[in-house]
């Protein structure tokens, strides 16, 4: 419940201020450290930091999927979570197969 209460506060947990990107391979790798935590899970980008201290399973179980697709992982652990609903604060934006210097040449 305190998760729930604190993802429902108004505070900005993408860090994206509302915005949400097309997320490279290469983006994904970068966030990988326990203060900038994302994970993808199902193509959908998050940043798990914000839920750290509230996974049940704790900061170490977070960090096996710091940085890359973790949703073999999580289909191990607690396939039956709604991680969608529980996430939807934190979600960043989706999986692209495009590469930044691709992006950046068609801006």
Sequence with gaps: MDWIRFAKSGKDLTGLRGRLMEVTQDELQKHNKRE???TCIRGMVYNVTP????HPGGEEELMKAAGIDGTDLFDQVHRWVNYESMLKECLVGR????S????????
Excluded: L, N
């Excluded at 839920?51 to 509230?54: G, L, P, Q, W």
């Design 51 to 54: 839920y750290m201290d509230y």
């Design 36 to 38: 900038d935590c994302w």
């Design 100 to 107: 930044a210097t691709a992006s950046k040449g068609e801006s």
């Design 95 to 98: 999986m692209t197969t495009k």
